[in-house]
């Protein structure tokens, strides 16, 4: 499934990119995911619900939001079945 969206950009923001829609799906696609983890690590910060769930609400893995996480020098706090994945993975 699709979703056409219309969006205006500035020029400048443009400059030096090729201008083909595989460059601009790609740069789309990046940001999204990029927000998604923004808004994950706001989630967590403002206890709204374990790595997990807060993973899965937004499409994202739960490896790939921990790894996020770590990366912000915020470390998860793990139920028991949470390090038991982890060990296994």
Same mark, same amino acid.
């Given at each position: 499934?699709?979703? %056409?969206? %219309?969006?205006? $950009?500035?020029?400048?923001?443009?400059?030096? #990119?090729?201008?083909?829609? #595989? %460059?601009?799906?790609? $740069? $789309?696609?990046?940001?999204i995911h990029q927000y998604k983890i923004e808004r994950a690590i706001a989630l967590y910060r403002e206890n709204i619900g374990s790595p997990g769930y807060i993973a899965e609400r937004l499409g994202l893995s739960k490896a790939e939001f921990i790894k996020a996480l770590r990366l912000n020098s915020i470390e998860p706090d793990f139920s028991e079945e949470t390090v038991l994945e982890e060990l296994a993975g």
């Open positions: 499934m699709h979703q %056409t969206i %219309t969006v205006e $950009i500035p020029k400048d923001w443009m400059n030096g #990119l090729p201008q083909e829609d #595989l %460059t601009f799906r790609h $740069i $789309i696609r990046m940001g």
